[in-house]
């Protein structure tokens, strides 16, 4: 059975939300390891850039519905936890070697947004979608398996606590944003989300005494168009998963959105291939077979969202 028109829609703005993330992904680590190693610094430029765009967006499409309705404070809810899981995150993937090996973990989320989606949002959770997301996580968790994160067993636990930690936030994000965008258009959601989530990274700065690093990234053109390039991905992927979001049932979206770990050990292949040494991470021996059996398994799950 061929899916349906709009079934393929929401499939192939999930799947591209989970192009332009996994983009960012790399983009990141790669600032992270070679251009701007404090993460709060590289979390500021991004701010400013999603608030000015936030701005803009606001002027040409304002926002009508009350600041007191659902949708508009559960939207600044969701922007606050966006910028507190999205400093988590980069705090390990800047300490952990292996991109490969962080993103599968974060990419549980849809076991939390499956739960709060059928508890909140009323969708219904059957066994093929069960089936479905339970492929797509599996293939997460085998990607991520390996004998330890690097540093002593207590910073070990530190670190995988963070990682679920992170992942549990977006699901919750992921359910805001949902809730949110049934008041709001896709525009004014991701405006009013940075909006929320700035004075989060600006603190962040200020508490961590980052502002030299940030003064510093600011004086140099190319680590700005980095970081901008970057950043200018999370926006596309932002904007095509809210579009997704509104045409598609969320517990299915986020799954085909949690198959970035697929797409990453990809770009990380073809990089290690085509630019050897611009990334300190080696696809080799067991573990590319690993995460290549991961990939295969994401694969899967991914081609039985169409068909549930």
């Known amino acids: 059975m061929v899916p349906k028109g709009d079934v393929m829609e929401w499939l192939l703005l ?9 983009a960012y992904t790399i983009l990141q680590k790669l600032t992270f390891q070679r251009y701007l190693g404090n993460v709060f610094a590289y979390a500021f430029l991004g ?6 765009i936030a701005v803009v ?29 999205t400093l ?10 292996e991109v490969t090996r962080v993103m599968p973990v974060i990419d549980t989320y849809p076991i939390f947004v499956a739960v709060m989606a059928v508890l909140f949002l009323g969708e219904a959770f059957t066994v093929p979608t069960f089936l479905a997301v339970g492929l797509v996580v599996g293939g997460a968790l085998v990607a991520s398996w390996h004998r330890g994160l690097p540093g002593e ?3 070990q636990a530190r670190t995988l606590l963070i990682m679920i930690g992170v992942s549990f936030c977006i699901g919750v ?14 525009w004014q959601a991701y405006a009013l989300s940075s909006i929320a989530s700035a004075p989060v990274f600006a603190l962040a700065v200020h508490h961590f005494r980052a502002w030299p690093d ?7 053109p190319k680590v700005v168009a980095i970081a901008a390039s970057g950043h200018f991905m999370l926006f596309l992927a932002f904007i095509v998963g809210l579009l997704a979001f509104t045409m598609g049932p969320v517990t299915l979206s986020s799954a085909v959105m949690a198959s ?6 990809g770009y990380v292949a073809v990089i290690n291939v085509a630019f050897p040494n611009l990334m300190t991470e080696r696809l080799m021996g067991s573990g590319f077979l690993r995460k290549g059996l991961a990939a295969a398994m994401v694969t899967a799950g991914v081609g039985a969202m169409a068909f549930v």
Do not use: N
Request: aromatic share 8%; with cysteine; charged share 15%.
């Open 214 to 220: 940030v003064r510093r990234a600011l004086a140099q």
């Open 57 to 85: 967006i606001l002027l040409l499409d304002p926002v009508r519905i009350p600041w007191t309705s659902g949708p508009f404070l559960t939207i600044l809810t969701a922007g606050l936890i966006h910028g507190c899981f």
């Open 14 to 22: 999930s799947v591209l939300s989970t192009l332009s993330f996994s």
């Open 173 to 186: 994000y992921t359910i805001l944003s949902k809730y949110a965008l049934s008041g709001l258009d896709i």
């Open 88 to 97: 988590m995150m980069f705090t390990v993937v800047q300490r952990e070697p």
């Open 260 to 265: 970035r770990p697929l797409v990453v050990l």
């Open 47 to 52: 701010a400013v850039l999603h608030l000015s």
């Open 153 to 155: 067993r207590i910073k």
